[in-house]
């Protein structure tokens, strides 16, 4: 059970942390009115909050370690856990206006406990006691601007459908055995300059189902954060961001709360694709562990 406890950050800091960065960029101020404007990178264009429009095409790899030696459950080094999960989001935009993205969502897990080393995630060996791997669930999703005169704030709803049969197996914990509908919500403002852009997060996860099949059913996670992020040209973007998560008891009998802090950079690899590298630290919490996450992302927009 403790595992279970431990390896829910994993999820909640993924969902939080699979966010993309980026701000429009405007022309120089410096620059005479009668030069040519300079074309926007996608990282400038694309924020979590802005849509892609129609006939377009937006798919998002997203790659999550996260590893402990450290919990709220006991004092001193424990024996290392490593929690591997890679999300796939594919999205197209369909109506006018930029207002409505569909697509869905793919989880593939991959866990090792036991002390081995945090790279064993990428064994896949299923070793009894020690390790399990899989894809974990599926996620309608739909993406829209509920305001059309506020496009830079959106909201993100997927309904995340469980494929495991056990969440967990001699010993080994995989991922959670429940239903769980989720809604992020997105805002950006961009400071005069064009340089640096504050953007926001709440992720909602309402989790349900019978208590008997998942640790997580009956209880409400709430995650805000927020993101600073600085831009020294259209191509590259650094950041720096907090995260705090709260998990509500609506009849589960388990709750938990983490803050974490970190930061990354993002890079305009070419025209359509970016690639972004992420770092997250727990810094305090309740029921969990207090590791560390290595996020490394690839977006290509067409």
Known sequence: MKSIKKYIVASAVLLATSVSFAQEEMEDKKMMSSEPEQEKSNIQQYTPSKLIGKGQVDIKWFNNLYTQTKSTFSDGKEPRQTFFTSTLEAYTGVGKNKRWNVGAIFEF????????????????????????????????????????????????????????????????????????????????????????????????????????????????????????????????????????SQRIDLGNNFTQDFTAAGGGVKYQLTNALNLEALYTNFLRGNNTGLGQTFNLGLRVIL
């Open 109 to 244: 897990r991959s866990n090792v406990i036991g002390d081995r080393g945090a790279l064993d995630v990428f064994k896949f060996d299923g070793e009894d006691t020690t390790a399990r791997s899989g894809l974990t669930s599926i996620a309608p999703s739909v993406k829209f601007v509920p305001f059309k005169s506020v496009s830079n704030f959106s909201i993100q709803s997927s309904f995340f459908i469980p494929l495991v049969d056990n969440e967990t197996e001699n010993g080994v914990f995989l991922d959670q055995k429940g239903y769980t509908w989720q809604n992020r919500f997105f805002y950006d403002y961009t400071f005069p300059g064009d340089k640096w852009q504050l953007f926001t997060e709440l992720n909602s996860e309402l989790n349900f189902g019978d208590k008997a099949d998942s640790f997580a059913n009956n209880s409400l996670n709430l995650t805000p954060g927020v993101f600073l992020s600085y831009f020294p040209s259209s191509k590259f973007t650094v950041l720096a961001l907090v995260q705090h």
